[in-house]
């Protein structure tokens, strides 16, 4: 009786040694996964650096909106297309200073 015991207890342990290393490779591999997608992945830089990241993204939002809503009102009030192309690009060049005069924070 105790032999049959015992040869059960090894045959569970040998089971429970295939699960736990099939475990331990099945862990291995995903850590092999996440170490090569963090290697592979840009990473995102928190800082608030350079020259475009200074302004919030509701900033950003309203200064593309205004201008698109600009060259809407050119497009729709100006008869002329020469004109219209004229204000287009004065609005381009211009858009610039003027965020930097509404936004700037330097102060």
Known sequence: ?????ARRRA?????????????????AR???????????????????????????????????????LALVLIWSLVDDVALRIALVVLLLLVLPAIVVIALDRRT
Do not use: D, F
């Open 1 to 5: 009786m105790s032999k049959e015991r």
């Open 30 to 68: 995903r850590a092999r996964r996440r170490a090569l997608v963090r290697r592979l992945t840009p990473s995102l830089r928190r800082r608030r650096t350079g020259r475009l990241p200074r302004h919030s993204r509701g900033e950003r939002t309203a200064i593309v909106m205004l201008t698109l």
């Open 11 to 27: 045959a569970r342990e040998a089971e429970a040694a295939r699960e736990r290393a099939a475990r331990e490779r099945t862990v």
